[in-house]
């Protein structure tokens, strides 16, 4: 069975540092763009990051660029989520999500195969 099974949420004061994990199984890892997505309460869900499958492209938000790191370790089949000077507008729960692909575009959140069942990260001011 396919499973992302992502950790590392919690409760953090702004300015604080959160490091997700979600690790693979079930699938070829290194066969895939790996993302994290967020819920924010009251909004839509919005990619934070994503990585190609050989960590040398990333894509970043706007707001999570210049603090957060995406990167992978294909051997482990995990791919983390750095979070640096973290804010209350990062509160919300952390998809991460796979597609199988060699290439290095955006898509939408459809277009990936496989989902974790997210981590709540909570910022308070």
């Known amino acids: 069975d396919v499973q992302l099974q992502a950790s590392g949420g919690g409760s953090v004061q702004t300015g604080g540092y959160r490091r997700l994990s979600c690790v693979a199984s079930?699938?070829?890892?290194?066969?895939?763009?790996m993302a994290w997505d967020r819920q924010v309460p009251g909004k839509g869900r919005e990619r934070v990051a994503h990585?190609?499958?050989?960590?040398?492209?990333?894509y970043y938000e706007d707001s999570a660029k210049g603090r957060f790191t995406i990167s992978r370790d294909n051997a482990k089949n995990t791919v983390y989520l750095e979070m640096n000077s973290l804010k209350p507008d990062d509160t919300g729960v952390y998809y991460c999500?796979?597609?199988?692909?060699?290439?290095?575009?955006?898509?939408?959140?459809?277009?990936?195969?496989?989902w974790g069942q997210g981590t709540q990260v909570t910022v308070s001011s």
């Open positions: 990585i190609t499958y050989s960590g040398q492209t990333h």
């Open positions: 999500a796979a597609m199988h692909t060699y290439d290095y575009y955006w898509y939408p959140r459809g277009e990936y195969d496989y």
């Open positions: 079930g699938f070829i890892f290194r066969t895939t763009t």
